[in-house]
């Protein structure tokens, strides 16, 4: 029962380097999402891949490039990190508009 | 003006009270509604679907009001267990929008 599996779990970056978030669903969604939660902001949209072969901008998207590799896998990179990236990154997926969505245990990253 | 609203809180409640949040949403095109919870540091996790109808999961129930766009938990006999944050969810089209949740602290 993996369910949506998020690698790395913790990193810590320097400015201007760059890295690549993984998720891995096995549960056969087709959409997937990729949020980041800092205090105070709630759960903001990066980017979401309603299916297979497509992506699309979500409310921050700002300093972020994605890639659903195929069905399983959508992975969220970072060219150039910066320390306003410090956050906590929600990888999520789900099968259809009507039903609930299933979570990563995330990734805390710091941008020093 | 934010498509999902909540209450921010805290609310402090005493063990054993009931509690009540409500949520707002703004599209009416929106297609199904849920309440999750998170844990400090930890991901969200579904609490229940919300229903016209109403549905009722032990202690919990959920409603939903179409025609007013707004969403409601109730949270009967609280425990200390229950303190956590609860998040309004939304699902419109390919989007999934969250409030910005309700903090919760149930008093011993």
């Known amino acids: 029962n993996a369910g949506v599996t998020q690698t790395p779990k913790f990193q810590v970056l320097k400015t201007g380097q760059s890295m690549t978030l993984q998720c891995a669903q096995d549960?056969?969604?087709?959409?997937m999402y990729w949020y980041r939660q800092d205090p105070g902001m709630g759960l903001r949209l990066i980017y979401y891949?309603?299916?297979?072969?497509?992506?699309d901008k979500g409310e921050v998207p700002n300093g972020y490039n994605v890639s659903r590799l195929n069905k399983r896998e959508f992975s969220l990179r970072l060219e150039s990190a910066a320390p306003s990236q410090t956050s906590v990154y929600f990888c999520?997926?789900?099968?259809?508009?009507?039903?609930?969505?299933?979570f990563g245990q995330g990734t805390r990253l710091t941008v020093v | 003006r934010k498509e999902v609203e909540q209450d921010p809180g805290p609310f402090n409640v005493p063990e054993g009270a009931t509690v009540a949040f409500n949520c707002t949403y703004s599209?009416?095109?929106?297609?199904?509604f849920f309440w999750y919870r998170q844990d400090c540091r930890k991901e969200p996790k579904l609490l229940m679907s919300?229903?016209?109808s109403g549905n009722e999961d032990g202690r919990f129930t959920a409603q939903l009001n179409r025609a007013s766009q707004y969403i409601s938990l109730l949270i009967r006999d609280s425990k200390l267990s229950d303190s956590a944050t609860y998040l309004c969810?939304?699902?419109?089209?390919?989007?999934?929008?969250f409030g910005k949740g309700t903090r919760l602290h149930i008093l011993p």
């Open positions: 549960m056969n969604h087709n959409s």
């Open positions: 599209n009416s095109a929106s297609q199904s």
């Open positions: 891949s309603a299916s297979e072969g497509t992506t």
């Open positions: 969810v939304v699902n419109r089209d390919d989007k999934i929008i």
């Open positions: 999520a997926s789900r099968p259809s508009v009507y039903t609930e969505a299933f």
């Open positions: 919300v229903y016209s």
